[in-house]
T-cell receptor, first 114, second 116 residues
Framework: AQSVAQPEDQVNVAEGNPLTVKCTYS??????LFWYVQYPNRGLQFLLK??????LVKGSYGFEAEFNKSQTSFHLKKPSALVSDSALYFC????????????FGRGTSLIVHP | EPEVTQTPSHQVTQMGQEVILRCVPI?????FYWYRQILGQKVEFLVS????????KSEIFDDQFSVERPDGSNFTLKIRSTKLEDSAMYFC??????????????FGDGTRLSIL
């Protein structure tokens, strides 16, 4: 079975400060991990993924995520937040040996204050 | 950049009526999906479709739901005898054929379905 948790419903950060949106996962085998962003009245937009290789993955719009196998985490990060980063962020996981349908987290609302 | 397009953007339907939601996936994609999202919260998987048949479906996808690819471009979700709890945003997504298991899904902007 595969599952993913986003422990924070909302994250608030000041513009220019670093941001972190947390994600932890549970799978039986190797994880495939994804981050998506959703702006108001829009569909989910792919940001980045981890399949294998370097634990630090870089994606769109200056976002990056760090895969930590021992902590079963895949936190999304950005060194300097922008007001335009304010959106809903979804983490998703797929178990390499399981269903090819990813399981999405409940989403974390990121609010960047000017 | 190619996009997944969905129509209509908003559908209002009386309870008990049938509704068809339409999607045009990205042209070279061969895997198609429907998801729903209630009140901007959790994204719930409904069904996946490949090679003109359902690949996987969730427990939400009961006999009330059906999907079809009637031609080479459209992918539809039909909900028969709609219920109040079917009110949600419905998202269509598609992904590439090659090594689909770790390819990201490309989502449309959704259809907001309101059941009265």
């Amino acid at each position: 079975a595969q599952s993913v948790a986003q422990p924070e419903d909302q994250v608030n950060v000041a513009e220019g400060n670093p941001l972190t949106v947390k994600c932890t996962y549970s799978v039986s085998g190797n994880p495939y991990l994804f981050w998506y962003v959703q702006y108001p009245n829009r569909g989910l937009q792919f940001l980045l993924k981890y399949i294998t290789g370097d634990n630090l993955v870089k994606g769109s719009y200056g976002f990056e995520a760090e895969f930590n196998k021992s902590q079963t985490s895949f936190h999304l990060k950005k060194p300097s937040a922008l007001v335009s980063d304010s959106a809903l962020y979804f983490c998703a996981v797929r178990d390499e040996g399981g269903s090819y349908i990813p399981t999405f987290g409940r989403g974390t609302s990121l609010i960047v204050h000017p | 950049e190619p996009e997944v397009t969905q129509t209509p953007s908003h559908q209002v339907t009386q309870m008990g009526q049938e509704v068809i939601l339409r999607c045009v996936p990205i042209s070279n994609h061969l895997y198609f999906y429907w998801y729903r999202q209630i009140l901007g919260q959790k994204v719930e998987f409904l069904v996946s479709f490949y090679n003109n048949e359902i690949s996987e479906k969730s427990e939400i996808f009961d006999d009330q739901f059906s999907v079809e690819r009637p031609d080479g471009s459209n992918f539809t979700l039909k909900i028969r005898s709609t219920k109040l709890e079917d009110s949600a945003m419905y998202f269509c997504a598609s992904s590439e054929a090659t090594d689909y298991s770790n390819q990201p899904q490309h989502f449309g902007d959704g259809t907001r379905l309101s059941i009265l």
